[in-house]
C-alpha cells in the first residue's frame, strides 16, 4: 500500500496487524496478510471471555504452535501466557489442535433444526473410541476466526500492547519465521501423508474399534438399567411408561402399596373436579336414597305382618 494510504491502526473497534508471508516455491513472492484482533466480547459473556482475544482472517494454514509463536516470541513477550487457542470449524483428532468448536454452517442450521437428543445405538462419549484422521493438519477457509484465551487479562492487554508498538515501529512479523520445519509440511507432501494415513496401522485400528465397541456396550448397558427403572416408576399422573422389552410391574409388593398410597393422596380432593363427576356423585347418592326408602319400606311391611299375627290378649293372664 502506498504511503498516501497507509494502513490504520484500528477499524471498527479491531487493531490491524500485518504480517509477512514468506515466499513459496510455487509463488516467489512476499505478500502481506493482515490480522484483525480485538477483545473477545460475546453476546453471552463467559468467565474467560474478559481475558479472550477474538481474531478473525487467521492465516490458511494457522495451528496452534504458530499462533502462541506469534502473540508471544515474535513480539517479544514470554512464552507460557496463552492458555488455549480455539479455531472456527475446527475437528478433533488433527494433531496440534485444541477441542472442536461450532462452525458457522452449524450455528445457522442450528437455529432451523430442532435439537436432536442421543438416539439409541449412538456413542455419546467419542473419546478414545474415533479412527484415526487421515489428515496430519487442518487448514482453515478465508476469513474464519479464533479465540486466544490467555492465562490472565494483563496477559491479553500485554498483546494487545505489543501490537500496538509494533505498528509504531513500522515491524511486520513474517509469518513463522523460527518454526521451519517443527509443523507438517504442505502442498505434495501433505497430499502423500493424506494417502498414507488413509490405511492406518491395524494396531491403531484395533484399538480405535475395541475403544469404540467398549464405549458402546457401556452405553447400552446405562440406558438399559434406565429403561428398567423406567418400567417401575409412575410419574407424577400416575402413568407407568412403556418402553421396549414389556411392561412390568412394580419388584415388590411394598414398592406397590406405596405407590398406590402416594396416587391415593394425589387424588385426595379432586374427585369433583369435573362436572361430570359432580353429576354422577349426585346420581349415586340419589339411588343411594331411593334404595334405602325401599329398604325401610320392606322392612315396615313385614313389621306390620309380624304384628296382625301375633296378637297379645292383655286381659288373658299368663299361664302358671
Not at 228 to 244: L, N, P
Request: charged share 30%; aromatic share 8%; glycine share 6%.
Amino acid at each position: 500500500m502506498s504511503s498516501s494510504n497507509p494502513v490504520p491502526l484500528q477499524i471498527s473497534g479491531y487493531y490491524i496487524f500485518p504480517l509477512s508471508l514468506p515466499p513459496l516455491s510455487s509463488f516467489p513472492t512476499t505478500a502481506t496478510h493482515y490480522l484483525y484482533l480485538a477483545n473477545h466480547k460475546p453476546k453471552i459473556p463467559s468467565p474467560t471471555s474478559p481475558r479472550s482475544l477474538f481474531l478473525i482472517n487467521v492465516p490458511f494454514d494457522a495451528t496452534d504452535t504458530l499462533i502462541k509463536h506469534l502473540l508471544s516470541t515474535q513480539l517479544g513477550l514470554p512464552n507460557g501466557r496463552i492458555e488455549n487457542v480455539q479455531f472456527e470449524g475446527q475437528t478433533s483428532g488433527v494433531q496440534d489442535h485444541t477441542k472442536a468448536t461450532v462452525t458457522r454452517t452449524n450455528i445457522s442450521t442450528s437455529r432451523k433444526k430442532r435439537k436432536r437428543s442421543v438416539g439409541e445405538g449412538e456413542v455419546e462419549n467419542m473419546e478414545g473410541a474415533n479412527l484415526p484422521s487421515t489428515w496430519d493438519r487442518e487448514l482453515h477457509g478465508i476469513g474464519h476466526t479464533a479465540i486466544v484465551m490467555f492465562v490472565d487479562r494483563p496477559s491479553m492487554e500485554a498483546v494487545i500492547k505489543a501490537v500496538k508498538k509494533a505498528r509504531k515501529d513500522g515491524i511486520q512479523p513474517v509469518w513463522g519465521e523460527g518454526l521451519e520445519g517443527t509443523l507438517p509440511a504442505l502442498g505434495f507432501a501433505r497430499y502423500l501423508n493424506h494417502h498414507n494415513l488413509q490405511y492406518p496401522d491395524k494396531k491403531q485400528l484395533l484399538e480405535s474399534v475395541n475403544n469404540y465397541m467398549t464405549a458402546f456396550g457401556a452405553q447400552e448397558a446405562q440406558q438399559a438399567r434406565l429403561r428398567a427403572r423406567q418400567r417401575q416408576e409412575a410419574d407424577e399422573d400416575g402413568f407407568v411408561m412403556v418402553t421396549r422389552g414389556g411392561r412390568n410391574g412394580p419388584a415388590k409388593s411394598e414398592v406397590a402399596q406405596e405407590q398406590a398410597e402416594k396416587q391415593k393422596k394425589k387424588r385426595k380432593g379432586l374427585e369433583d373436579f369435573y362436572r361430570f363427576q359432580t353429576r354422577e356423585k349426585r346420581k349415586a347418592k340419589a339411588g343411594e336414597l331411593v334404595k334405602k326408602f325401599a329398604e325401610d319400606k320392606e322392612k315396615v311391611r313385614r313389621m306390620k305382618e309380624t304384628k296382625r299375627r301375633f296378637k297379645v290378649n292383655p286381659h288373658k293372664p299368663p299361664n302358671v
